[in-house]
């Protein structure tokens, strides 16, 4: 055999590995089933009076008193690995459809969209279009809206601090900070230069096109009890200062890859500042495939590129092993959790 023939097989053979190995990484997802004890159980029979959780996924949450219902980010749709790497994301707006029947809401008050990221705010127009609630969040969310032809009475914009009353609940936007990618590529593509969406974004587009557009925190208020959601686990210093919860659901999307000094930090800024005495872990599972099948860990080229999802929970492990009674629970998938009784 020749040089050229010798060099050729060698470049067939390590395309094939490569396309082997890419392949294996975006059908295979991280198996969280050691953390599986720390799945709280649904609520049986909850009293119409209480305040209950539903998780659908990532850090999309319903909250319903019963006679007020508010949905957090509405994510349904869950891409292709393969789309969501090279080609175009859209809404799917019968897996949406199928998502808002498999949570039997008997209404739908208020969506907030906590950023603009695909995973967040791709569903949120159809959803409450879909509903006839009313959409919430950024100006980059409300592009989003916008490019979905949502009417402007369905579109209002998140002010930093502004209380936001609905029903008997008060939720109020914080401004916060996205995580902080440890990937310095991803973090280029999805957090630098200028991260907002500036036109109506009419899908399908290139995930990225999804620009951040700034994340919040948001602090929800009952007259039974208050918790909050930060759905990307990053944090402004100081930014909820004399706010105290009982409770945080908290994400930890991509913490494992980041430094130990992240999360005491990320601990410190949420979980301390708040006194909060229970953490429902959000944002650690898949946004790949479908909404459809049950809620697993993050495709594994995710979990390269960004995540470390395993690492996210030993160090969460290891935070609230250093806070005394300190809880950390997982939600089931759809049915109802009680959080205020
Ligand atoms: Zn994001």
Redesign the pocket.
Known sequence: MNLLKKIILFLLLLAAMVSAVFFYSIHTFVDIGKYKNWEVSPTANPSKSAVTVQFVGVSTVVISDDSTTLMTDGFFTRPAPIDMVFGVVEPDTADIRWGLERLVLKKLDAVFVT?S?F??AIDAPEVVRLTGAKMYGSESTANIGRGWNLPESQIQLFENKQPIKIGQFTVTPILSR??EFANPELRKR?LGGKQEITEPLVPPVPALDYK?GG?YTLFIEHPKGSFVLQS?AGWLEGSLKGIQTDIVLMGIGGLGAQTPEYHRSYFKEIVDELQAKQVYLVHWDAFVSSIRKPIRGPMLLADWIAGKTLKSFEATEREAAKREGLKVNLLPQWEKVVLFE
């Open positions: 950023h990221h995973d967040h996205h995580f999805t951040m994340a990307s």
